[in-house]
Nanobody, 127 residues
């Protein structure tokens, strides 16, 4: 069992930056691929970014490429999402997720491939 706790959300002006953190419990963090998703009011949860167990592989949705960076520190059991050049359309609740059944970041865009989810952190970008 893995518990995930997100932090770092808040209110920021357009063009600003935030760094989200997701701390995982347990001793097997390095065996999980990690992902970030977001859900805006009235919309479905959408994929944002994923990172493999070996931190060499990442995947991003097109709308955040060049602005967001996903990274992980296995020694700290933590995954990060650095968000730069934020836009009002980035406003959403951001969730981190951990998965062990699929390792290819290319398919980790699909929520059902994740086994554990955090409770979410709100990110609001004002114009």
């Amino acid at each position: 069992q893995v518990q995930l706790v997100e932090s770092g959300g808040g209110l920021v002006q357009a063009g600003g930056s935030l760094r989200l953190s997701c701390a995982a419990s347990g001793r097997t963090f390095s065996s999980y691929c990690m992902g970030w998703f977001r859900q805006a009011p009235g919309k479905e949860r959408e994929f944002v970014a994923a990172i493999s167990r070996n931190p060499g592989s990442t995947n991003y949705t097109d709308s955040v490429k060049g602005r967001f960076i996903i990274s992980r520190d296995n020694a700290k059991n933590t995954v990060y999402l650095q968000m730069n050049s934020l836009k009002p359309e980035d406003t959403a609740v951001y969730y981190c997720a951990a998965g062990y059944t699929v390792q290819a970041v290319g398919v980790l865009t699909i929520p059902r491939f994740y086994n554990y989810w955090g409770q979410g952190t709100q990110v609001t970008v004002s114009s």
